[in-house]
C-alpha cells in the first residue's frame, strides 16, 4: 500500500523529479522528463508497477526525514534499539544523463538493510530485459535504459533486482541509477561524493540568492526551491506539479495530469520568481511563453507541454487501479483544447510586471501581445470553461471577464509605458466597457457581492484576486462584501473551497478538498480589506499544513486532514510566497490596485 500524500517527499535535477516516502521507498519518477512515461508508478497503481526502496530489514524502527540545509537533498533517519542509519536520496542536476543517487551511512551501532528495485517502463506495464554488470545491472525495454552501480553485490529475485547488506556506525553503502538510451553508449558510472557536493553546492548556491528577509524565510525558501525542481531547466517552463491523477477527493473521478504548463500560472509564477530576486528563472519562464504562444493567435491554448508541445491528448491507463483506489488514472489532458478567456490576461500582467522587474521587452515581443489582443477582441463576449477548466458547458464566468479587462488595461499601460505603436484608444474603449459589464452582470444585488458567473447566485474563490489585479480596490465595499461572502460559505472548517461543487454543475461528481492557493488568496483579501492580523492567523494556520518537508499539495481534506490532489503543487507554493509578500508590503499592493483600478 502507498503512503498518504504527505508522507512524501520530492527529490529532483530540474528536469524530472521522484517521490520518495518515509520508509525510502521510491514510488514515482518519470524518466528522462516530467512528461515522459513512468518507471516507477507504484504511486497510482502497486508494487507490481514499480518501485525502489531501501529500508532496514527488520520491523520495528522510527523514521524521520528532512532536507539538507537549504537543498532538496533528501535525508532519512532509520533508528531501532541496536543501531541507527541515515539513508541520503538526491538527482544531480544532470549533465546528460538523469541519476538517482541514494547513499546509506551508519549513525550507530548496526543496521541491517534490504534494497528492492522493481523498474516497470511504460507507467508500470513494461518489465525490463535485465542483465548482469560488473556491480550491478543493466535493465533495457524498448529504447529505455537504466543502469544501476552499486557498493555491495546485488541478485535477481522474482523480476525484482534485491540487495541485503548491513552497515556499521561510520560506514557507508551507495547505489546509483542511471537512465540512458538503449542504443546509445551506456551512461559512465558516477562517483557519488562528488555527485553529492556538486549537488549541495548548487542547491545552497541557488536558494542563498533569495531576497526576502521576513519572518517566513524558510518556508519561502522551501517554496522556491520546490518551484526550481518543477521548472524544466532547457526551456525554463513550470510544471504544475509531478504526478498523474492523485484524486481530488479519495474514491473520485477528479484526476488529472498536472505535468504540463499553465497559461493561467504566468503571472503568479513571475511575480514569486522576481520578487523573490530569480531573475534569470523569470526571464526564462517568460521566453518558454513567448515561444508557446508562437502561431496563429486564434490558435493559443491554455496550457503546453514542457517544451511547448500542443498535442497533450488524454487517455487513461486502464492496467493502474490509481491512488487508494481512485481512478482512472489519466495520461494527458483534455482541457488543453479548452477556451478560457483568462489566460489572455494573465498572460499581459505577465508582461507588463516583468517591464520594471527584468525589462527585456522587444517590439517585435510587443506585436506578438498586439495579435493576441486582436484576437481576444472578437472573443471577450463569448462563453468559456473558466479557470477551474469545468467540464460543463461554457459559461459567462466573472473571473474570465475580469481577466480579459485585465488584458486591455495592461497592454494601455504598457504601450504608453514603452511609446509603442497600438490601437491604445480602442483598447482602453473596450476596458471601460468590460468593467461597466462585469460590474452589473457579475454582481448579485440580490446577494449584495459578485457570483461567479453572469446570472448566477453561486460564489467562486477566484474573485478574491479582483482587488490584487487592480480591478476593484480592497476598501471598495462590494469587494469587501465578496471577500466576506465567500468567507462565510466557501470557508468550511476554515480553508477556501474554489465553489461548492454540489451546488455548481461542472460536468463531474460533487466533492472536493479546500483548494490551497484560493486559501492563500484569502490571505491576500483579507489583507486587502483592512484585516491584516486575521490574514496573518490564517497564512500561519496554511503552513502548518505543509508536510513536514515544507511540501503542500494542490488541496486538504478537512475531514480526514490530509493531503489530497497532485504533489508537490506548483500552483499552492506560488500563492504561499506571493502571501508571504502580501503580508511584509501590502501597503504597496493596496496603492497598486488603486492605481491601476477603473471604478464603475
Known sequence: MTARIEDYALIGDCETGALVDHNGSIDWLCWPNFSSEACFAALVGSEANGYWKISPSMQNF????????????????????????????????????????????????????RMELALRFDYGRTVPWVTRIEDGIRAIAGPNLAVLHASVGVCGENLKTVAGFTVREGERAWFSLTYGISYERDPKQTDVWVALKKTQDFWQGWSGKLKYEGEYRLAVERSLITLKALTYRPTGGVVAAVTTSLPESIGGVRNWDYRYCWLRDTTFTLLALVNSGYFGEAAAWQDWLLRALAGSPDQVQIMYGIKGERQLQEWEAGWLCGYENSGPVRIGNAAAMQVQLDIYGEMLDCFFHAQPKIGRH??????????????????????????????????????????????????????????????????????????????????????????????????????????????LPGNDPRVKATVEAIERELMPGGLVLRYDTVKVADGLPGGEGAFLACSFWMVSGLKAIGRGEEAIALFERLLNLRNDLGLLSEEYDLSSRRLLGNFPQAFSHIALVNAAFDLVDCKSVRERSNRHCRHC
Open 362 to 471: 522587444r517590439q517585435e515581443d510587443f506585436r506578438v501581445l498586439v495579435l493576441l489582443l486582436k484576437h481576444l477582441e472578437t472573443i471577450c463576449q463569448e462563453p468559456d470553461q473558466g479557470i477551474w477548466e469545468t467540464r460543463s458547458g461554457p459559461q459567462q464566468f466573472t473571473y474570465s471577464k475580469m481577466m480579459a479587462w485585465v488584458a486591455f488595461d495592461r497592454a494601455v499601460l504598457l504601450a504608453e509605458q514603452l511609446g509603442y505603436e497600438a490601437p491604445v484608444e480602442k483598447w482602453k474603449t473596450l476596458r471601460d466597457k468590460l468593467h461597466s459589464e462585469i460590474c452589473r452582470n457579475g454582481f448579485s444585488q440580490k446577494r449584495g457581492c459578485f457570483v461567479q458567473a453572469y446570472g448566477s447566485e453561486n460564489l467562486d474563490a477566484s474573485l478574491l484576486l479582483m482587488p490584487l489585479v487592480g480591478f
Open 62 to 113: 522510527r523514521t524521520t526525514h528532512q532536507y539538507r540545509d537549504h537543498t532538496l537533498i533528501l535525508e532519512t533517519t532509520f533508528e531501532h534499539a541496536d543501531g541507527a542509519a541515515l539513508l541520503i536520496d538526491f538527482m544531480p542536476v544532470r549533465d546528460k544523463h538523469s541519476k538517482i543517487v541514494r547513499i546509506i551511512k551508519g549513525l550507530r551501532g548496526e543496521t541491517a538493510f
